[in-house]
């Protein structure tokens, strides 16, 4: 029997992940840790909330007594740390947040895991921290030897947060491994992020926002196929590692919106091209050769059969979305992209 403490849970990646661990691994024990910020929302655990391998603390990765009092009780074999402010736009609007979650986070979960010692720290990093690749060089992609030369506040901080992990393991012996995920879609995904945003503009018969001319290019990874890569790294990893996840799914921004318009049968004039981010990042390719060699990780969804099993799911949770669509969401997509 393994503890597991994964923080974060409440959001898109955590929640699935938490899905996927709780039911596949029945003897190990779960506890899912979030600050509920807008992005965390606990009826993403409704269906395991009551399994008996799981439970919820509400706690904030930064808050260090509560952090201490939790490894105190609970003495984790690992800790896996998804709790991040995620969004890019956001950290163009107030960095300040991202810092310290994203940094001084992982630095308290770190001293926790020295205080009583874990089998593996694993921090949930993204491809973002390479930068971006030029459009017309498609022979090029990211290796876990490309340097980290960040473009916005958020990965930025997710790269910080990477040095500090890797200082940890050479300063303090900190049992760790990084990965580093392209753009995930899949369930449970928060509407201010691009497929989820455009199902549900689409469904509404509104304008669809796209950056510039929408020629961006990221390299799309279904969410399952993110969960089952950290289960991988995090049991068998090699101590120190950092490990690249992508599934050769390169699309433009364009692309996407088109796939998701002709899924639902809704006319190309919704899309809108809107002014483009500051510092927009032009594209992302991962290269995740050393995950599927040493490890034998393959993915099992190509974006085909990922997107429309993604639609699907969004027309059949529409309370879901509604829920979590309120509020602090409303402000956000008002605010920030009425100025456009
Ligand atoms: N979404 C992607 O495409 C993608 C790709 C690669 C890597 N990642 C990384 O994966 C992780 C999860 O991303 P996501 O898309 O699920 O994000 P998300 O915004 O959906 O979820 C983040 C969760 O962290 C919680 N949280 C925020 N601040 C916290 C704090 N101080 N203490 C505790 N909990 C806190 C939130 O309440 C939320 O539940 C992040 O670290 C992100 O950098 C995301």
């Given amino acids: 029997m393994s503890k597991f403490l994964i923080t974060g849970g409440a959001g898109f990646i955590g929640g699935n992940f938490c899905h996927y661990m709780v039911s596949k691994y029945p003897q190990d024990e779960f506890v899912c840790l979030d600050a509920l910020t ?3 929302n606990l009826e ?8 008996g391998n799981f439970r919820f603390v509400h706690e904030n990765i930064c808050h260090r007594e509560g952090i201490f009092k939790l ?9 896996i740390n998804f709790a991040a402010e995620s969004h890019v736009d956001r950290s163009i609007e107030n960095p300040e947040i991202f810092l310290k979650t994203n940094i001084l986070g992982p630095q308290v979960l770190m001293d926790a895991c020295l205080k009583y010692p874990v089998k593996r720290f694993h921090q949930v990093s993204t491809d973002e921290v390479y930068g971006d690749l030029p459009l017309d060089r498609p022979d090029l992609l990211f290796t876990e030897q490309t340097p980290l030369h960040t473009s916005s506040p958020y990965s930025a901080s997710k790269a910080a947060a990477d040095l500090l992990v890797m200082a940890y393991h050479r300063t303090f012996g900190l049992p760790c491994t990084i990965s580093r995920c392209s753009n995930n879609y899949g369930p449970y995904q928060f509407p201010e992020k691009l497929i989820p945003m455009i199902i549900k503009k689409a469904l509404a018969d509104e304008p669809l926002p796209i950056y510039g001319k929408g020629i961006n290019v990221r390299d799309w990874l279904h969410v399952y196929d993110h969960c089952t890569a950290i289960d991988l790294i995090v049991r068998q990893g090699a101590d120190g590692e950092i490990y690249n996840i992508g599934g050769h799914n390169e699309k433009t921004n364009l692309e996407v919106v088109q796939t998701i318009l002709n899924y639902l049968s809704k006319p190309q004039s919704l899309i809108t091209f809107v002014k483009d981010r500051a510092g927009h990042d032009l594209r992302y390719a991962m290269d995740p050769s050393k995950l599927e060699k040493e490890l034998g990780w393959r993915p099992k969804y190509t974006f085909e059969t990922g997107i429309g099993r993604t639609i699907d799911w969004n027309l059949n949770h529409r309370d879901w979305l509604e829920h979590v669509a309120s509020g602090e969401y409303l402000r956000f997509m008002k605010e920030y992209y009425s100025s456009k």
Wanted: proline share 5%.
């Fill in 71 to 79: 490894f105190a009780e609970e003495h984790f074999d690992y800790v």
């Fill in 44 to 51: 993403t655990l409704e269906p395991i909330m009551n399994a």
């Fill in 38 to 40: 807008y992005a965390g």
